[in-house]
């Protein structure tokens, strides 16, 4: 059945008090609608945007030596998103040398109105329940010594195996790179669910429970210091219970939250970086690539298979001319923390949020450059499937993909 998500769950960051304020953007409103209403007014405003502001320009471009071309430019040719008012707002333990700077809560969605937030310096937890309008506090997190915020976190609505043959949901989080000497900093493998004591089967008694798991297998082999990276991860599955993570030197592994198992798909990394995004309607697989190269830094890639296609090459790659907004103008900056991010909305709809910066100049004899503003573009990404007669088709099944799309930043 087709689905489309309704709200964006969208966090910010007061970088000066630390507080983290929720807020849930309206989709289907005028204002912050990442999409076109039909596939002809998508064309006609592309062929109305002046391509020497919204879009790259190469360093050699006229507009871009005398200057007509400008960041800051591009940025005003942009609509503005509607935020509402924040829905809830939360105030993380300060670091203890560093201050509100280095609060942060990382998030997790179960479902489009229920999201789990983990404070990474006091390692307490709690699941929003914006439906509700309540906040249900959980266990807490063991002590992580080193990057608490290099985490992944795969939220599970079912699957996860409980005592009496039901599924259970919750949050199960990895360590991305660890690192140390010790045991304490090496990879850890945990998981948040909701699920009865053992041996009791009444609902009324499912509580938030911390569960130890078994790590990869990689981790164990001798030799292991607690040095390899994360790269890539994802959820599989139909009900997106399994959890499929990939490393440069180790392949990639797979586990199941109903057996608690792991497996090992292959010896190959994914060739993606970050989370990638499942669109289990279209049987579609949507990630950035790793950045290998200058001109990849944008570039979105997309399979139906996602462990038949391990060479990059064998990629569907999305072309300039087909979704030249995830380049950005002349001017713009990526900012490398935090990572781009990809959510299915379903209905084969893609929000893409990237992060850029724009600089000005601050020292005309060293060309010394500072940040001058930051911000977030949305960008949303339909992905459909060009027929033998041209006419539009669902996408899937490792087919011939093409995105249409709207920013808004």
């Known amino acids: 059945m087709s689905h489309r998500r309704r709200v964006l769950n969208l966090v910010l960051k007061n970088k000066f008090t630390g507080v983290h304020s929720l807020h ?11 999409f076109y209403p039909t596939a002809k007014a998508a064309e006609d405003a592309a062929a109305a945007k002046d391509s020497e502001i919204l879009f790259a320009a190469e360093k050699d471009d006229p507009a871009v ?28 333990t ?77 949050v199960y989080v990895i360590d991305r790179d660890p690192e140390g ?10 998981a948040m669910v909701h699920r009865t004591p053992r041996g009791r089967g009444s609902d009324y008694d499912k509580r938030w429970h911390l569960d130890e798991l078994p790590r990869p297998p990689f981790a164990e082999d001798a030799g292991y210091k607690g040095t390899m990276e994360i790269v890539s991860y994802a959820q599989a599955g139909d009900a997106s219970d399994v959890i499929c993570v990939s490393t440069e030197g180790r392949g990639t592994h797979c586990f199941d939250t109903a057996s608690r198992a792991w497996s090992k798909a292959g010896g190959w990394a994914l060739p993606f970086a970050g989370k990638i995004e499942h669109d289990r309607e279209l049987g579609l697989w949507l990630g950035f690539v790793k950045q290998c190269r200058e001109e990849d830094n944008n570039s979105l890639y997309a399979t139906g298979d996602l462990f038949a296609d391990v060479d990059r090459r064998s990629l569907l790659r999305y072309g300039r001319d087909d979704c030249r ?12 923390v935090p990572e781009p991010r990809i959510v299915s909305l379903g209905s084969g709809k893609f929000c893409v949020t990237q992060f850029f910066e724009t600089r000005r100049s601050a020292c005309s004899k060293c060309l010394h450059e500072e940040t001058d503003k930051r911000f977030a573009l949305f960008t949303g990404v339909e992905v459909i499937h060009r027929g033998s007669d041209g006419s ?18």
Do not use: I
């Open 94 to 170: 300060p670091h203890p040398e560093y201050g509100s700077l280095w609060s942060r809560l990382d998030c997790a969605a179960l479902s489009e109105g229920r999201t789990v937030f983990v404070d990474c310096n006091s390692r307490g937890a709690f699941l929003y329940d914006a439906d509700k309008r309540r906040v249900v506090t959980m266990a807490g997190f063991p002590e992580r010594k080193r990057w608490p915020w290099r985490r992944a976190y795969f939220p599970v609505a079912a699957g996860a195996g409980g005592d009496n043959g039901e599924p259970d949901e919750g």
């Open 392 to 409: 539009d088709e669902k996408a899937g099944n490792g087919s011939d993909e093409q995105p249409t799309w709207q920013c808004r930043c």
């Open 24 to 34: 849930r953007l309206d989709l289907l409103s005028r204002q912050n609608s990442l």
């Open 325 to 336: 907004n995830l380049e950005p103008p002349w001017g713009w900056h990526k900012v490398v």
């Open 181 to 190: 000497d010790d045991a304490t900093n090496w990879l850890k493998f945990q």
């Open 65 to 92: 030596l005398d200057g007509r071309t400008t960041g800051q430019e591009s940025l005003e040719k942009l609509m503005e998103m509607l935020v509402p008012s924040p829905r809830l707002s939360f105030e993380p």
